[in-house]
């Protein structure tokens, strides 16, 4: 058995193979040849904590991966991080366990950013230019990188709103020492109305975007809402959006921005068929589009996957 | 994050110590102070293999742990063996990575078999000393082990049957190394005719023991039945027992012995209850007696906790 650290594992990731290997795993989940079993939960009240299992395999993989993680939001009065984890790799062959990524939640944050950048890649308008993140967190930041370095025939004019205006304006310095000019703004109904694109990246439990704010032709990738109660986008927004694009259909019905809208299921198609062309996506520029991204343990085993071929573990 | 290997995890087990957690472990679980979630479980139909996920938390506790364990039977053919697995121990206060307990199935095998004595202590008549042992694998000789080590006063009187009857030769020779005197026999039904307890612990899919065969007063510890489609017991032996013990009610009748026959759930007790005096036992030497032994992640954990305490983890 392999143990691998954080830092080896950052050393590791070559992030063009993982998109590739994502937008795959995207395509093998929506044509039904991967096996995504329920994530298992355990909760732990009294310490406001919980514990996620993700797991699965996408057919054809010499491996498969189970993927631990918790929240406790106590932590952080502790000194602590909020988010710890790690994954298992196990040969779908034999059983035997190959690996442990001890990778600290950083797989997470990459293979999220790097989903997120795949569907706006898929969504938006093709001279879409103008990138309004809202939210300056780590997965702000995750997804300031992946969509520079995953679209960088756009040429984004990228634009950082945050409910805390200094933490929007640490996160654009941090962008400049990597190569990326982002103006933090604290004119978020403005902003959003001026976007062409905006990327939601807050674990907010009540809309943020407001409907009549979106211009025709905007697209939206929102990444917030990954359990039940979280919500960053005006219910009427969807409703309104011509073009719904979940990463799981029943799994963003559940608990993604699309269970907060009365929706009719046959209106949502899932982001694998756009990828495989087995589903049309936009059709003009005056279509606005949501892509409501819960998760996938799919995602994991792509990232997962690409790491241990790296390390020579499969 | 600790890595504990199979060798120091072997030396780390204290029996005593393991006992009485699994035996506090199950009074937990049919008192309501365990949180056990649904099993995780994945399929892999190419290679005859499958994957299960156990994990929960004893409340109270400052560990939690998940088991991965994986069963790939075409395995033997390449010179492998069939299971193989890990713990992972987490802290129930920060949700923190504690130690990887890489035990490739060796707590499982003890667990199940510490279980199997508990059940077999709480349910035989007192002066129970015939005792049948039905299969010749592992589990047969960690059982032999433990009821012998859990209950010495009772100065057992052992019998192995095995389908195999090398096999159950080669076992009580290993158990002699080991002080412990027993018969191999290949008289299965005059056994189980003679016997005071029977342990079932093999893979069986059909009933080996017939309802005629066992004499009233009679305690049999089932093992065997812990995925659908296993079966060791004629179901109307199940029927006609008058003292009818699953480690847990709903996992019994969902995959057990007791699954098979067509049973009143009211009849069932949990050995949690037994255990706690909260549900009568035996009530005299005339009952025959079932505890229908499925396995839980609770005995995972107690042993798990066990280990880890003797390692200094928690």
């Known amino acids: 058995m392999?143990?691998?650290?954080?830092?080896?594992?950052?050393?590791?990731?070559?992030?063009?193979?993982?998109a590739s290997a994502i937008?795959?795993?995207?395509?093998?989940?929506?044509?039904?040849?991967?096996?995504?079993?329920p994530v298992g939960y355990i909760q732990f009240p009294e310490?406001?904590?919980d514990c996620h299992?993700?797991?699965?395999h996408l057919h054809g993989d010499d491996v498969f991966v189970i993927k631990i993680a918790t929240g406790f939001y106590n932590n952080p009065k502790l000194g602590l991080p909020t988010s710890n984890g790690m994954m298992?790799?196990?040969?779908?062959?034999?059983?035997e366990v190959l690996a442990v990524l001890q990778d600290e939640g950083y797989l997470t944050d990459v293979r999220t950013a790097i989903g997120a950048a795949i569907a706006t890649k898929a969504l938006a308008r093709p001279n879409a230019k103008k990138l309004l993140i809202i939210g300056a967190g780590i997965q702000a930041r995750e997804q300031a990188l992946a969509h520079n370095r995953f679209l960088p025939e756009r040429d984004f004019k990228t634009t950082i709103w945050a409910r805390n205006k200094d933490k929007a304006a640490e996160l654009a310095q941090q962008l400049a020492k990597r190569g990326i000019a982002a103006n933090p703004?604290?004119?978020?109904?403005?902003?959003?109305?001026?976007?062409d694109i905006i990327l939601t990246t807050t674990p907010s439990v009540e809309p943020i975007v407001q409907s009549?704010?979106?211009?025709?032709?905007?697209h939206i990738t929102a990444s917030g809402a990954d359990a039940p109660g979280k919500c960053e986008l005006d219910p009427a927004l969807v409703q309104r959006a011509q073009l719904l694009v979940a990463d799981k259909v029943d799994q963003c019905l559940d608990h993604g921005e699309f269970s907060n809208a009365a929706l009719d299921k046959t209106r949502i198609i899932e982001l694998g068929e756009v990828l495989a062309g087995s589903a049309g996506g936009r059709q003009n520029d005056e279509q606005v589009s949501i892509a409501d991204m819960t998760g996938l343990a799919s995602q994991d085993i792509a990232a997962?996957?690409?790491?241990?071929?790296?390390a020579g573990v499969s």
């Open 2 to 18: 392999r143990i691998l650290q954080r830092e080896e594992i950052v050393s590791l990731c070559d992030f063009d193979e993982m």
């Open 23 to 37: 937008e795959r795993s995207y395509v093998a989940v929506s044509s039904g040849s991967a096996t995504i079993p």
């Open 47 to 49: 310490q406001n904590g």
């Open 53 to 56: 299992i993700k797991f699965g």
């Open 88 to 95: 298992v790799a196990l040969s779908a062959k034999t059983g």
């Open 185 to 195: 703004s604290d004119a978020l109904e403005e902003e959003c109305r001026a976007a």
């Open 212 to 218: 009549d704010w979106i211009a025709p032709g905007t």
């Open 304 to 310: 997962a996957t690409t790491v241990l071929k790296a």
